[in-house]
């Protein structure tokens, strides 16, 4: 996330390359979104030769129209805005699953007087991993998400982008975004746990 | 305060509440206290934030010397017809 005034600036910087025809400005941008704008479309299109034709057409239409619409917050949302429709993304289900993604048998049962607490044996297992291990393992696990929880989390977590420039690029509430994103989190962290989880049982 | 007159299952459900800074401050202690007295939520709380914090340093891929090139010829033709009358 920038300042209001240097995103206001940055909305028509490729605009304006395009009037002085400066080529070094559009190559600043392209270098700065590129490799971001591909990351958002490889976590939802699985296929790497169409992820990137995903992002060269995004690129296409940003040159064909130079800025974005007055309703974006930024250049970075509006890019991204570019990309998702490139990727057409399944829209939010009318009643989307939210909560914490965990097995509701790992805690004590109603009837047991420690009901809702963790059950001895399903504490969650210490992670063996370096960071290398647990970056693969989240870049496998973003990969297997339903596309529109991928597409949140790569905005909110990985790209920092604030609840308005979400909302302009997924059309989605902000509530709904803090719903989604608790349940997107929790679905990575026990993909990362299935994969990294220690054989060592936690004391 | 009783670190355990929450249960583990609803304190998960406020993680990301928690992590996000969202919460009301004595719901804040209240968290925090059954998070130091449990270790299933404690390392759940861990692990979640280490998701988070790997996901923010994803490296970003450079563009490569052909994309770059198709896309600056792109912007030449854009530029061009831009300015064409």
Redo the contacts between chains.
């Keep these: 996330m920038v300042t209001p005034l240097v995103a206001d600036v940055m909305r028509q910087t490729i605009a304006e390359?395009?009037?002085r025809?400066d080529?070094r400005a559009?190559?600043s941008v392209?270098?700065t979104h590129?490799?971001?704008m591909?990351?958002f479309a490889r976590v939802v299109e699985q296929d790497e030769g169409v992820a990137?034709q995903v992002v060269?057409r995004a690129?296409?239409a940003a040159?064909?129209d130079?800025a974005p619409p007055d309703a974006f917050p930024s250049l970075a949302a509006w890019l991204f805005s570019l990309v998702h429709e490139e990727l057409r993304v399944p829209r939010l289900a009318p009643s989307p699953a939210t909560?914490?993604d965990?097995d509701?048998a790992s805690?004590e049962a109603e009837s047991d007087r420690w009901?809702?607490?963790?059950r001895d044996d399903?504490?969650?297992?210490?992670?063996d991993d370096g960071?290398q291990a647990?970056?693969h393992a989240?870049?496998q696990g973003l990969r297997a998400l339903p596309p529109l929880l991928a597409a949140l989390?790569?905005l909110h977590?990985?790209e920092?982008l604030d609840g308005l420039e979400i909302t302009a690029v997924l059309g989605m509430t902000r509530d709904m975004q803090?719903a989604l994103?608790?349940h997107a989190?929790?679905m990575?962290?026990r993909a990362?746990?299935e994969r990294l989880a220690s054989t060592v049982p936690?004391q | 305060v009783s670190a355990f007159d929450r249960r583990c299952d609803d304190v998960l459900d406020v993680m990301t509440t928690y992590l996000e800074g969202h919460m009301p401050p004595d719901e804040h202690t209240r968290l925090e206290t059954h998070i130091v007295y449990c270790p299933g939520c404690y390392r759940f709380m861990d692990q979640l934030r280490a998701t988070v914090e790997t996901l923010g340093g994803l490296p970003v891929e450079p563009i490569g010397a052909a994309e770059r090139g198709e896309l600056v010829e792109a912007f030449r033709a854009a530029a061009t017809t831009a300015e064409s009358p």
């Design positions: 390359a395009l009037a025809r080529e559009f190559v392209l270098e590129h490799g971001r591909l990351r990137r060269k690129w296409l040159l064909r130079g909560g914490t965990v509701r805690f009901a809702g607490h963790w399903e504490v969650p297992r210490a992670w960071i647990r970056r989240l870049e989390l790569v977590d990985v920092r803090v994103l608790h989190r929790t990575l962290r990362l746990d936690s």
